[in-house]
C-alpha cells in the first residue's frame, strides 16, 4: 500500500502540535500578556482541538455587522460581493435582488469588504489566543457568513483551506449573530478528534492528503471515513449552541459538521472565519504594504487584507468611511 506524503501536515506542525510539547514548560520561557488564563486554554486546545470564549464579542459590532449585511441586501447591484446560492457561487450583481433574502444565502468573505466583519475576524479573544499558537500575528484566509445551518456532513478544514504555506498552520473560528436553537441546525465538533492518531490521513486519491479538481475520492467519502474514525475513538459530538457574543476556534484538523435543521422556521446566523500566521499568508494573495493602509485592517494583532482581486468599488459603507 502506498504511503501517504503526510509530511506535508506533520514536518512544520505549530509548537503545540509537535510530539511532547509541554504548554506549562513553553510558557515558562514566554511573555504572553492576554486577558485569558493563557495556560488553561492551551493545555484546554492541546487536549480537545478546540476552546470557547464567552462574552468575548461585542454585540454593537455584531449589530452593525448584520446592519450591513442588510446593506447589501438592499443595494444588491450597487456592488459585486461574492455569495453562494442552493449550492452554486455567483455575485450579488448576478441575481434578482429579492434572491438574496432566501435564507439559504451564504456570503463569502466579508471581511474583505466589510470593516465590520474583519472585526469580528480579529476579535481580541482569537486574534490573541492564535498568536500564541501560532507564535505569529493571525492572518485571516477567507471568511464566510451563514443565514441557516449549512447541514454540511463531517469534514476537516485543511484539505479545502490549503493555500497556506505550511499546511498545519490553520485554524478557524465561529461567530454566532445570534442565541442559536438546537433546533436551528447548529454546528458540532469532536473533542479530542484533531489528534493524528484519531483522525489519520485520508487519502483523496494517489496518496494526497489535499482534495484537489482532480481528486479521485469526494467529501461523502471523507465524511464516511471520519465517521469510522471517531466511531471507533469513541468520541461523540458537542452540539454547539452557544449566546450571541460567545467565539469557538477550532484546530485545522478538527472534525466538524452542520447537524440537520429541525426547524426551518429558523435562522443561525453566524460569521466564520479561517485564519493562517501572517508568515504563512500565500504570496500570491498579499497586496503592497503600501496599500495596507487602505486595503487592510490591522487589530488587537492580527490581520485581514483584502484580496488583490478585491474591487475597491465593491467595499461596503463600513470600509470606505
Ligand atoms: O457553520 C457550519 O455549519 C459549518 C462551517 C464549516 O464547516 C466551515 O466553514 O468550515
Same mark, same amino acid.
Given at each position: 500500500?502506498?504511503?501517504?506524503?503526510?509530511?506535508?501536515?506533520?514536518?512544520?506542525?505549530?509548537?503545540?502540535?509537535?510530539?511532547?510539547?509541554?504548554?506549562?514548560?513553553?510558557?515558562?520561557?514566554?511573555?504572553?500578556?492576554?486577558?485569558?488564563?493563557?495556560?488553561?486554554?492551551?493545555?484546554?486546545?492541546?487536549?480537545?482541538?478546540?476552546?470557547?470564549?464567552?462574552?468575548?464579542?461585542?454585540?454593537?459590532?455584531?449589530?452593525?455587522?448584520?446592519?450591513?449585511?442588510?446593506?447589501?441586501?438592499?443595494?444588491?447591484?450597487?456592488?459585486?460581493?461574492?455569495?453562494?446560492?442552493?449550492?452554486?457561487?455567483?455575485?450579488?450583481?448576478?441575481?434578482?435582488?429579492?434572491?438574496?433574502?432566501?435564507?439559504?444565502?451564504?456570503?463569502?468573505?466579508?471581511?474583505?469588504?466589510?470593516?465590520?466583519?474583519?472585526?469580528?475576524?480579529?476579535?481580541?479573544?482569537?486574534?490573541?489566543?492564535?498568536?500564541?499558537?501560532?507564535?505569529?500575528?493571525?492572518?485571516?484566509?477567507?471568511?464566510?457568513?451563514?443565514?441557516?445551518?449549512?447541514?454540511?456532513?463531517?469534514?476537516?478544514?485543511?484539505?479545502?483551506?490549503?493555500?497556506?504555506?505550511?499546511?498545519?498552520?490553520?485554524?478557524?473560528?465561529?461567530?454566532?449573530?445570534?442565541?442559536?436553537?438546537?433546533? #436551528?441546525?447548529? $454546528? @458540532?465538533?469532536?473533542?479530542? *478528534?484533531?489528534? !493524528?492518531?484519531?483522525?489519520? +490521513?485520508?487519502?483523496?486519491?494517489?496518496?494526497?492528503?489535499?482534495?484537489?479538481?482532480?481528486?479521485?475520492?469526494?467529501?461523502?467519502?471523507? #465524511?464516511?471515513? $471520519? @465517521?469510522?474514525?471517531?466511531? *471507533?475513538?469513541? !468520541?461523540?459530538?458537542?452540539? +454547539?449552541?452557544?449566546?450571541?457574543?460567545?467565539?469557538?476556534?477550532?484546530?485545522?484538523?478538527?472534525?466538524?459538521?452542520?447537524?440537520?435543521?429541525?426547524?426551518?422556521?429558523?435562522?443561525?446566523?453566524?460569521?466564520?472565519?479561517?485564519?493562517?500566521?501572517?508568515?504563512?499568508?500565500?504570496?500570491?494573495?498579499?497586496?503592497?504594504?503600501?496599500?495596507?493602509?487602505?486595503?487592510?485592517?490591522?487589530?488587537?494583532?492580527?490581520?485581514?487584507?483584502?484580496?488583490?482581486?478585491?474591487?475597491?468599488?465593491?467595499?461596503?459603507?463600513?470600509?470606505?468611511?
Amino acid at each position: 500500500m502506498k504511503t501517504l506524503p503526510t509530511n506535508q501536515w506533520t514536518q512544520e506542525l505549530p509548537w503545540i502540535d509537535r510530539p511532547g510539547a509541554n504548554v506549562r514548560a513553553y510558557l515558562s520561557n514566554k511573555k504572553t500578556a492576554a486577558p485569558f488564563d493563557v495556560e488553561q486554554k492551551l493545555l484546554f486546545w492541546q487536549e480537545n482541538g478546540f476552546v470557547v470564549f464567552e462574552n468575548a464579542v461585542e454585540k454593537s459590532l455584531l449589530d452593525q455587522f448584520e446592519e450591513e449585511i442588510e446593506y447589501i441586501r438592499t443595494h444588491s447591484h450597487d456592488r459585486n460581493i461574492s455569495i453562494e446560492l442552493q449550492g452554486k457561487q455567483t455575485y450579488t450583481r448576478a441575481v434578482a435582488p429579492d434572491k438574496l433574502n432566501d435564507p439559504g444565502v451564504k456570503f463569502n468573505h466579508l471581511h474583505t469588504v466589510s470593516k465590520y466583519a474583519a472585526q469580528l475576524s480579529l476579535v481580541p479573544a482569537v486574534s490573541q489566543f492564535l498568536q500564541i499558537v501560532f507564535e505569529a500575528p493571525a492572518a485571516v484566509t477567507q471568511s464566510l457568513t451563514f443565514w441557516r445551518g449549512s447541514q454540511q456532513p463531517i469534514h476537516i478544514d485543511y484539505p479545502f483551506v490549503c493555500r497556506q504555506k505550511r499546511l498545519a498552520y490553520i485554524a478557524a473560528s465561529w461567530i454566532p449573530l445570534e442565541d442559536i436553537s438546537p433546533e #436551528a441546525g447548529p $454546528l @458540532e465538533y469532536y473533542p479530542g *478528534a484533531h489528534k !493524528i492518531a484519531i483522525s489519520g +490521513f485520508f487519502n483523496w486519491g494517489n496518496g494526497d492528503i489535499i482534495k484537489g479538481a482532480d481528486s479521485m475520492q469526494n467529501s461523502m467519502e471523507f #465524511a464516511k471515513y $471520519l @465517521e469510522e474514525r471517531v466511531k *471507533a475513538a469513541g !468520541i461523540v459530538p458537542v452540539v +454547539f449552541c452557544p449566546r450571541k457574543g460567545d467565539v469557538l476556534i477550532w484546530h485545522g484538523n478538527m472534525p466538524h459538521a452542520g447537524t440537520a435543521i429541525k426547524n426551518p422556521e429558523l435562522t443561525r446566523k453566524s460569521y466564520v472565519t479561517h485564519y493562517t500566521s501572517l508568515a504563512d499568508y500565500p504570496d500570491s494573495w498579499k497586496i503592497p504594504s503600501e496599500q495596507w493602509d487602505h486595503r487592510s485592517i490591522h487589530c488587537n494583532g492580527g490581520y485581514a487584507f483584502q484580496y488583490p482581486w478585491t474591487d475597491e468599488k465593491d467595499a461596503l459603507p463600513s470600509w470606505t468611511t
